[in-house]
């Protein structure tokens, strides 16, 4: 038989409460410049605005850079705000040019610490609405003409005071709705029709909603019909834009763009058919040219004028009717003589009835 030692374990005395330890610059501490927070001190941000901006603070001159890559879920996870509020603030902000961001979404961001930058002129001022106060409210008739129920003159039946939901009277103002003139209704069934020519089940849509921005685009936009039914018509056939303009809103969206390429097309189409026709008369000329043998209109501008007025004389010979020459330039046509070619002689041309021979001398002599 064994003998086990038995341990007893005594209370110990409870421990005195740790002071709660506050913040310490020993872990961690952000180096702003005094203008910034100055600034920030008079700027009318918002809630969100601002704690965004702590949070960008934090981010870049707590760990000493200007700016930093932040995405939406770091901000909504360092400011308890969504991710939407979060993106929504920082456009803000980019607007105000209290963050700065070179380059995309994706583009780090910083505070910019040129303070007399930002700018919340395009803010707008919460003001509510002034309301004419009303002169008999809070007041009580003392000529003895008030009327109460215990007269007996109250009113038991109250069928007809109660308005109808829905109608004019019981609404203040009506909320305004879209709405479009004849020609943006069939603009809009157009579209419609040219968009759905390929599908079997076609969903249709809100045309007066179609309508609405047909009405826009010739009103605010001052297009004309003619130019929005070409547009629709020829998108539909187009082999890209077909996929893209779905919708009437899309189509005011791209109209610069559709505009410029169809100016380009047109233009790409007229150059092709001017040179087609310049080709086409060409063509039509060389024929004509080869169908008259003596048609030599081909050949115009080929040559300046002194070869052209010179041209029957030959290189190195002298003309029948050359510079001060007996012969005046109303000759007749010009006769080839094999013989004289084969004597070196340049021809002959016949003057008044008679021939008249061109020798290599240049002396003309009468022939026979």
């Not at 069928?159 to 103002?173: H, I, N, Y």
């Not at 996929?243 to 380009?264: F, H, N």
């Not at 003596?294 to 004389?313: I, K, N, R, V």
Request: proline fraction near 5%.
């Amino acid at each position: 038989m064994t003998d086990t030692a038995q341990i007893f374990q005594f209370p110990s005395a409870p421990e005195a409460p740790r002071e709660k330890r506050g913040a310490q610059l020993e872990d961690g501490y952000v180096r702003t410049a005094n203008a910034i927070v100055e600034a920030l001190c008079k700027a009318p941000l918002t809630s969100r605005e601002a704690r965004v901006v702590r949070a960008v603070e934090r981010a870049t001159f707590g760990w000493d850079r200007s700016s930093t890559r932040l995405s939406q879920s770091v901000l909504a996870k360092m400011t308890g705000l969504t991710t939407k509020r979060c993106s929504e603030t920082v456009n803000g902000l980019l607007v105000k040019k209290v963050l700065r961001r070179d380059g995309g979404s994706q583009a780090p961001i910083g505070i910019n610490t040129r303070t007399s930058e930002w700018d919340f002129s395009a803010q707008k001022s919460r003001v509510s609405p002034k309301r004419k106060p009303d002169p008999t409210w809070g007041l009580r008739p003392q000529n003895g003409d008030e009327k109460r129920p215990q007269d007996g003159d109250t009113n038991t039946d109250t069928t007809d005071t109660l308005e109808p939901k829905g109608s004019r009277k019981s609404s203040k103002k009506s909320s305004p709705k879209k709405w479009g003139d004849p020609v943006d209704h069939e603009m809009a069934e157009q579209m419609f029709a040219a968009i759905s020519a390929d599908l079997t089940n076609p969903k249709r849509p809100n045309m007066s909603s179609w309508a609405n921005e047909f009405r826009l685009m010739r009103t605010r936009d001052e297009r004309t019909v003619e130019q929005i039914r070409f547009l629709i018509t020829w998108t539909a056939q187009h082999q890209f834009w077909s996929g893209v303009i779905l919708s009437p809103a899309k189509l005011r969206a791209k109209w610069d763009q559709l505009e410029i390429q169809v100016k380009k097309l047109k233009e790409s189409r007229h150059e092709n058919r001017i040179s087609a026709g310049n080709r086409r008369a060409e063509q039509d000329r060389v024929a004509a040219s080869l169908a008259d043998p003596y048609d030599t209109s081909w050949a115009e501008g080929l040559f300046d004028e002194g070869e052209a007025q010179g041209g029957d004389s030959g290189v190195g010979e002298s003309g029948v009717y050359s510079a001060g020459g007996d012969f005046s330039e109303d000759l007749a046509d010009v006769v080839l003589d094999e013989r004289d070619a084969s004597t070196g002689q340049a021809g002959a041309r016949i003057f008044n009835g008679e021939v008249v021979i061109t020798a290599d001398d240049g002396i003309a002599r009468h022939g026979y």
